[in-house]
C-alpha cells in the first residue's frame, strides 16, 4: 500500500490490517489530508486481497478529536459552494470506508468526537478502551451535528430518542455508557484493546472472506431503508447552511476561548 502522512498502517497478524490515526500531537484530530488518504486507503481495500478485517484506532491519548481547529477558521470564509465541495468530500471519504469490502473494528482508545465520533460510527464493530468518550462535538460550534453520516449511523445503534439527546445537546457519553446504550460493542481495559481488537480481527479472518464480504453487504443493504447517501446530502447541505450563518464563528470563536487544545471535543 502506498505511504501516508496522517496514517499508519501495520500487519499485527495474517490477514489484519491495523490503520492508526497518526497525528497524536493534535489527538488525531482530521484534515483535508487526512480524508482524502481515508479515500486512498479505502481504494486500496477494495483491490487487496490480502486483508480479510481491518483495525483502526488513534496513536497517542485520543481516537480522533474531530476537524481540526487550526483548519476550522476557514470554513465560515469559504463560499457555499466550497463549503458543500468540502463537505462532500470528507462525507465521501467516511462513506468509502464505511464500504470496504472487508469488516471495518474501531478500536477506540480516547476521545472519539464530531468527526471522530461519525467516524468511530462509520465501523462495523466498535470496542471502546474505559477512557473512550463520544459526543457530537459541531453543535457547540454553531454547526449541524448531523455531519458526515451521524444523523443516520447513531439512530440505528442507540435508538432515535436517545440520538437526539446526544446530538442536541452534545455533551460527552462515557465508555461505560455507550456499552450500555449499545454504542459500542464492549468495553475492554485498555492495555488489552488492541489485543481484543486483533483476536477479533482474526476470528474474522479465519471465515471465508468472500463469505464475510456477502455478510457485511447484506447487513449494509438491509440497513439502507434510508439510504446512508440521501442522509449525507442532507447532512452536507445543513453544514453548508451552517457556516453561512453568523452565529457559527462567534460560538466557534466563544468555544476556542473556553479551551486550551486547538481541537473540536
Same mark, same amino acid.
Given at each position: 500500500?502506498?505511504?501516508?502522512?496522517?496514517?499508519?498502517?501495520?500487519?499485527?497478524?495474517?490477514?489484519?490490517l491495523?490503520?492508526?490515526?497518526?497525528?497524536?500531537?493534535?489527538l488525531?484530530?482530521?484534515?483535508?489530508t487526512?480524508?482524502?488518504?481515508?479515500?486512498?486507503?479505502?481504494?486500496g481495500?477494495?483491490?487487496?486481497?490480502?486483508t480479510?478485517?481491518?483495525?483502526?484506532? &488513534? %496513536?497517542?491519548?485520543?481516537f480522533?478529536?474531530?476537524?481540526? !481547529? *487550526?483548519?476550522?477558521?476557514? =470554513? #465560515?470564509?469559504?463560499? @457555499? +459552494?466550497?463549503?458543500?465541495?468540502?463537505?462532500?468530500?470528507?462525507?465521501?471519504?467516511l462513506?468509502?470506508?464505511?464500504?470496504?469490502?472487508?469488516?471495518?473494528?474501531?478500536?477506540?482508545? &480516547? %476521545?472519539?468526537?464530531?468527526?471522530?465520533?461519525?467516524?468511530? !460510527? *462509520?465501523?462495523?464493530?466498535? =470496542? #471502546?478502551a474505559?477512557? @473512550? +468518550?463520544?459526543?457530537?462535538?459541531?453543535?457547540?460550534?454553531?454547526?449541524t451535528?448531523?455531519d458526515?453520516?451521524c444523523?443516520?449511523?447513531?439512530?440505528?445503534?442507540?435508538?432515535?430518542?436517545? %440520538?437526539?439527546?446526544?446530538?442536541?445537546?452534545?455533551?460527552l457519553?462515557?465508555a461505560?455508557?455507550?456499552a450500555?446504550?449499545?454504542?459500542?460493542?464492549?468495553?475492554?481495559?485498555?492495555?488489552?484493546?488492541?489485543?481484543?481488537?486483533?483476536?477479533?480481527?482474526?476470528?474474522?479472518?479465519?471465515?471465508?472472506?468472500?463469505g464475510?464480504?456477502?455478510?457485511?453487504t447484506?447487513?449494509?443493504?438491509?440497513?439502507?431503508?434510508?439510504?446512508?447517501r440521501?442522509?449525507?446530502?442532507?447532512?452536507?447541505?445543513?453544514?453548508?447552511?451552517?457556516?453561512?450563518?453568523?452565529?457559527?464563528?462567534?460560538?466557534?470563536?466563544?468555544?476556542?476561548?473556553?479551551?486550551?487544545?486547538?481541537?473540536?471535543?
Open positions: 500500500m502506498s505511504t501516508y502522512t496522517t496514517l499508519r498502517l501495520e500487519r499485527p497478524t495474517p490477514g489484519v491495523q490503520v492508526t490515526l497518526d497525528r497524536p500531537d493534535r488525531n484530530a482530521q484534515t483535508r487526512m480524508f482524502a488518504e481515508f479515500q486512498r486507503l479505502a481504494d481495500l477494495r483491490q487487496d486481497d490480502e480479510r478485517a481491518v483495525v483502526l484506532t &488513534g %496513536a497517542g491519548r485520543a480522533c478529536a474531530g476537524y481540526d !481547529l *487550526a483548519d476550522a477558521d476557514e =470554513l #465560515a470564509t469559504l463560499g @457555499a +459552494r466550497g463549503m458543500l465541495s468540502l463537505q462532500e468530500t470528507s462525507a465521501r471519504a462513506e468509502s470506508l464505511r464500504s470496504i469490502p472487508q469488516p471495518l473494528i474501531a478500536a477506540v482508545n &480516547g %476521545a472519539a468526537t464530531g468527526g471522530g465520533f461519525s467516524l468511530s !460510527l *462509520a465501523a462495523d464493530i466498535r =470496542l #471502546a474505559p477512557e @473512550a +468518550r463520544f459526543n457530537a462535538a459541531f453543535v457547540r460550534i454553531g454547526l451535528a448531523g458526515l453520516g444523523s443516520w449511523h447513531l439512530p440505528r445503534l442507540v435508538g432515535p430518542g436517545l %440520538a437526539a439527546e446526544i446530538m442536541f445537546t452534545g455533551r457519553v462515557d461505560e455508557e455507550a450500555r446504550i449499545g454504542l459500542v460493542n464492549r468495553v475492554v481495559p485498555a492495555d488489552g484493546l488492541l489485543d481484543a481488537a486483533f483476536e477479533m480481527a482474526a476470528q474474522i479472518a479465519s471465515n471465508s472472506p468472500f464475510v464480504q456477502l455478510t457485511k447484506a447487513l449494509q443493504a438491509n440497513l439502507d431503508g434510508v439510504s446512508l440521501t442522509a449525507l446530502e442532507l447532512e452536507n447541505r445543513g453544514q453548508a447552511l451552517a457556516t453561512r450563518h453568523p452565529d457559527m464563528p462567534e460560538a466557534l470563536s466563544a468555544f476556542k476561548e473556553r479551551r486550551t487544545p486547538n481541537w473540536v471535543g
